[in-house]
């Protein structure tokens, strides 16, 4: 069972470099989620979508784009890479929105900019 | 906004004894959620309590989620090396699926 599988798993960039994370899940949720996780800040929402061709804004939007093009996956853009991107990079899935489902994650991407 | 304030950040315990990590908020949430997530890993599905006082065991670890919804709780019983990791509690941050994450409390249990 792949579930949430998120490439690449390491990247390093240059300052101004751009480049896409990829995500994909093969449990054909519904939602998809992009977050980063950053020492002692926890996991802080990117942007999520709730459907194929939808995306929404969450806590942490600046300097990022998304696109669902396919239902499958979820791809997090960044057009020109900052130092204050270097992150961990998780992405998540859901069937639906009850309160009690899990989100399901990757293994992560971990980019470093210099 | 609604935030999770997770305590203690970090823990260094040896085999066998007691700990208990707390999770509050000045928001009622609907329901919590807590995590485990290991080095190189994303985070996996612990429990998720969703009535106010209700009470959830899982093995050695207990949950608890305060009668007004605002605060829970994860102890554990007789720490095991196994148990080393990051403990991660969530409340739902709303109608899409979002979550809400406490910043996390590292665990080391030293055998």
């Known amino acids: 069972n792949a579930g949430v599988t998120q490439t690449p798993k390491f990247r390093v960039l240059k300052t101004g470099q751009s480049m896409t994370l990829l995500c994909a899940q093969d449990?054909?949720?519904?939602?998809m989620y992009w977050y980063r996780q950053d020492p002692g800040m926890g996991l802080r929402l990117i942007h999520y979508s709730v459907g194929e061709g939808t995306t929404a804004k969450g806590e942490v939007p600046d300097g990022y784009n998304v696109s669902r093009l396919k239902k499958q996956n979820f791809l997090l853009g960044l057009e020109s890479a900052a130092p204050s991107q270097t992150s961990v990079y998780f992405c998540?899935?859901?069937?639906?929105?009850?309160?009690?489902?899990?989100?399901?994650f990757g293994d992560g991407t971990r980019l470093s900019i210099l | 906004t609604q935030l999770l304030e997770q305590s203690p950040q970090f823990l260094s315990i040896q085999e066998g004894e007691n700990l208990t990590v707390y999770c509050n908020s000045s928001?009622?949430?609907?329901?919590l959620q807590w995590y485990r997530q290991e080095p190189g890993e994303g985070p996996v599905l612990l429990v998720t309590?969703?009535?106010?006082?209700e009470v959830k065991k899982l093995k050695r670890l207990t949950f608890q989620f305060g009668d007004a919804r605002k605060d829970s709780s994860l102890h554990i019983t007789a720490a095991q090396p196994g148990d080393t990791g990051l403990y991660l509690c969530a409340g739902d941050g709303g109608s899409q699926g979002n979550l809400i994450f406490g910043k996390g409390t590292k665990l080391s249990v030293k055998p």
């Open positions: 998540a899935s859901i069937q639906a929105t009850r309160y009690n489902q899990p989100q399901h």
């Open positions: 928001s009622v949430f609907s329901s």
């Open positions: 449990m054909n949720h519904e939602y």
């Open positions: 309590v969703v009535t106010g006082g």
